[in-house]
């Protein structure tokens, strides 16, 4: 086994170094050098992403570009999804979207901004993460936003963020949309206003992070402004990829980067790895904390022997049911956010909280002529069981982590995946929908469908072409429709055949691109545990993780506006901590 590597004698010094500069690690670097004494390091494989310089792919309220642009994504990143047939067998193996940009998923993500239930943060609490229930956290929800039409309507939202958050009014709604909405009525299902509101039940117009002339926003721009980028204590890297944290005994003490073909290692009074729920893990594992046994088979020094780094890997479950819409119920041309409402339900499965379960309803279902003429009930399971787990399969930081995500190996959700699929495919048969609906059909982000999803002028004019025909000619709509989902059942055998649809579920389960749990936050005597309630690594000094991977258990939210929480409390944790050593005022929370 080789030595643990030192630090370079001569490597710049910083006060905190935070690697990795996505939605996280921007908040990070925004609150942690607002005190000019702190100089902050922040580190970014991907490119920047400016205030006003954003590209139109990104800028633009239709997130569909952003996400499937190979340009602002970790290449060959694949993971394993479900297993087919029985649960037992390999898994199916997809590519797998991670952002690779300053700004992180804020700068590629989908723009859905919700924060959970209390249940969630409670359920953190009860996990051992102290001082992470809802009381705890509400300020900080609050804090990060400035929500654009409730700010200071209720006592849950906030005016003064740096996040602008408004809802798609159903006055903008498609008559898609609409439909869906009376449909789910007629079933019972209540309208209701605020998505981040009390928590409840109910068909809601879907709340985002765009400002108000209808732009994404990131935090690599809303956090990190030109003024603050301005401060000369707050150094920012992109292109630069930290490769592992140096150790002096169990005591972190810098990172070893590559930046332009060079390798040069930095020195921090405080190292905080901010790399994503996939990325962080793996750092950890290569820096030498993980579970002994695979690091010694590696060859990579044990630093510290924590069992949980890499484990508790959780995601949503998703399936899609599609929908061929009729031409006067599409979304308009042009550049609109493209998810109207969203359906909150409860399974009333035993064990599992009110609001386990969510539908997204989207107009469109890509970026091209052919996305723009399908709609879909896009369903996922908010609050899943199923654990996977993010290995190394080297430790050469060039070569990307095992992922194995197991979907729905525990039957609750399987169980109620399937419910979920029924529901929307209900919803999509239903009498009523008649007017609104060509045709129906079960979808997924297949190979071919991802192949055809990625911007590319020739996937442009292909779908271009092959659009108005679909429109005109319906068997040639069902042809191309079966081949792009190749391999999938009927959709009335789905809804009649309980082991076929169970088996479609297994091999087709998607993910929502909401990866956590990997590096969990926990009580510093849970042995699964890897970073106590502050962030702090347990059995190591100077060492926190913040980001995605600390959440204990997946809340039922899109995950974006949480981490952006989790950051805003960190980073209080850590100005407290410092003015405390400094002999200062401990109680230091800023949330207001
Ligand atoms: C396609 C997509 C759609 C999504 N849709 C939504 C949505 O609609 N709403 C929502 O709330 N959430 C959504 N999410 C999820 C949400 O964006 C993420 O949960 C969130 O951004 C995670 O933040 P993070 O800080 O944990 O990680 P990230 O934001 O992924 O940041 C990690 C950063 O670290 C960098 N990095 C990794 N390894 C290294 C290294 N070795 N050296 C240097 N830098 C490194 C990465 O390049 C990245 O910028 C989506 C995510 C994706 C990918």
Known sequence: MTEQPSLAA???RFDVVILGGGSAGCVLAARLSEEASRSVLLVEAGQDLRPGEMPADIASPYPGRAYFNTDWTWPGLRVGMGKDPSNTGDAT????????????????????????????????????????GWADVLPYFRKLEHDLELGAETDLHGQDGP?????????????????????????????????????????????????????RTSTATVYLTTSVRARPNLTLWTGTEAERVLFQGRRAVGARLRRDGRVIDVAAGLVIVSNGALHSPALLLRSGVGPGRALQQLGIPVVAAREGVGRNLLEHPSIGVSAFIRPDTRLPGGEHYHIQSILRWSSGLEGTPPGDMHLAVNTRSGWHAVGHRIATLFNWVNKSYSQGSVTLASPDPGVRPAVDFRMLSDERDLVRLAQAFRLAAGVLR????????????????????????????????LTALAGPVMDRVPMVRSRILAMAQEGNAPLDVLCQDEEALRLHLRRH???????????????????????????????????????????????????????????????????????????????GATAA
């Open 10 to 12: 001569d490597a710049a």
């Open 93 to 132: 193996i997809r590519p797998y979207e991670q952002a690779r940009i300053l700004g992180g998923g804020s700068s590629i993500n989908g723009i859905g901004a919700n924060r959970g239930s209390p249940h969630d943060y409670a359920e953190w609490a009860a996990e051992g993460a102290t001082g992470w």
């Open 163 to 215: 996040l602008p958050i408004q809802r798609v009014p159903r006055a903008r709604h498609t008559p898609f949309a609409r439909q869906v909405e009376a449909e789910l009525g007629r079933q019972g299902h209540a309208s209701r206003e605020d998505q981040n509101g009390r928590w409840e039940d109910g068909v809601f117009p879907i709340t985002v992070n765009l400002d108000r002339e209808g732009r």
């Open 430 to 461: 239903a009498p009523a929908m008649a007017g609104v609906v060509l045709e129906a059909f079960p979808s997924t982000y297949s190979a071919q469908v991802k192949k055809l999803l990625q911007p590319s002028w020739q996937n442009g004019v």
């Open 509 to 587: 389960v998607g993910g929502v691109w909401h990866p956590c749990g990997t590096c969990r936050l926990g009580a510093a005597d849970d042995p699964m545990a890897v970073c106590d309630p502050d962030g702090r690594v347990i059995g190591v000094e100077g060492l926190m993780v913040c980001d995605a991977s600390v959440m204990p258990t997946i809340p039922c939210a899109n995950l974006n506006v949480p981490v952006i929480m989790i950051a805003e409390k960190m980073a209080d944790g850590v100005r407290a901590a410092g003015r405390a050593a400094a002999g200062g005022p401990v109680a």
